[in-house]
């Protein structure tokens, strides 16, 4: 997958290791999904950016874990005669991934992957709104994560 790596606020640091495992996850989920030519953002940011966006596009007045903003569900005109798919962005908070990873007693590097796979999942059209699809997307989730070699 074309994945591009952001952050905001831009003074955040992240280890390296991190960047290419949300890489290679990208590439994994590409590669399983039939859509291994997609362009992908991926933005790493702290509660409060995180906050201002879910209150924004969401109309929830707190900090999440995660956002997906899928282009195939935008506004956006589509794009003839292009040899790639814009999947969207995945927005995550690496703020809350490190209280998640200490509440649920994995890695960090495992809960900021899941965030992404989930993201990445919602991206390609999957949700939990109801029962079913909830335990497809979790169903799912541990194909990716499984695919991944990354354990809880």
Do not use: C, W
């Not at 809960?111 to 993201?119: R, W």
């Amino acid at each position: 997958m074309n994945t591009t790596i952001s952050f905001e606020p831009e003074t955040l640091t992240v280890d390296a290791g991190l960047l290419n495992e949300i890489l290679r996850a990208a590439d994994v989920v590409g590669e399983l999904y039939g859509v291994a030519e997609a362009e992908l953002s991926v933005t790493l940011t702290d509660d409060e950016h995180i906050h201002a966006l879910n209150k924004k596009f969401r109309g929830i007045d707190r900090a999440t874990d995660v956002l997906s903003f899928a282009f195939r569900e935008s506004d956006e005109p589509e794009i003839f005669g292009a040899d790639f798919e814009i999947l969207g962005d995945v927005i995550i908070s690496l703020e809350r991934a490190k209280f998640q990873a200490a509440e649920f007693g994995h890695s960090f590097l495992r809960e900021v992957i899941f965030l992404e796979v989930h993201g990445l999942l919602h991206l390609l059209g999957y949700d939990h709104i109801d029962d079913v699809e909830r335990r497809e997307m979790e169903s799912e989730q541990k194909f990716v994560m499984d695919k991944l070699g990354i354990r809880r």
